[in-house]
């Protein structure tokens, strides 16, 4: 088993930053790990995903530019530097880990565990 817990997330002015962590504990840290959003009546989107090792990395278009992924995996955590952020960014926001294919898959379905969530608000 692997428990996640995010953290970092909060009301924000558009254009500010915020940088939410994802704290992972039990099985081995040895996993791609990736963040997903969901806003008020919307599917769960992906963001961004990486390796286990940090040298591959993926974002959704609608991010990309503004958001980084990385991990520090001593420290069992990754990370989601989000810049210049928007209203519709405003979502919860979901860490997930892979220990399938060990890719940086945009598919939620391919992720075996997942945090509760953290709430991001952006204000316009």
């Known amino acids: 088993q692997v428990q996640l817990v995010e953290s970092g997330g909060g009301l924000v002015q558009a254009g500010g930053s915020l940088r939410l962590s994802c704290a992972a504990s039990?099985?081995?840290?040895?996993?791609?790990m990736g963040w997903f959003r969901q806003a008020p009546g919307k599917e769960r989107e992906f963001v961004a995903a990486?390796?286990?090792?940090?040298?591959?990395?993926n974002y959704a278009d609608s991010v990309k530019g503004r958001f980084t992924i990385s991990r520090d995996n001593a420290k069992n955590t990754v990370y989601l530097q989000m810049n210049r952020l928007k209203p519709e960014d405003t979502a919860v926001y979901y860490c997930?880990?892979?220990?399938?294919?060990?890719?940086?898959?945009?598919?939620?379905?391919?992720?075996?565990?997942w945090g509760q969530g953290t709430q991001v608000t952006v204000s316009s």
């Open positions: 997930a880990a892979e220990y399938g294919v060990g890719g940086t898959s945009s598919v939620s379905s391919s992720y075996d565990y």
């Open positions: 039990g099985r081995t840290f040895s996993s791609s």
């Open positions: 990486v390796t286990w090792g940090g040298g591959s990395t």
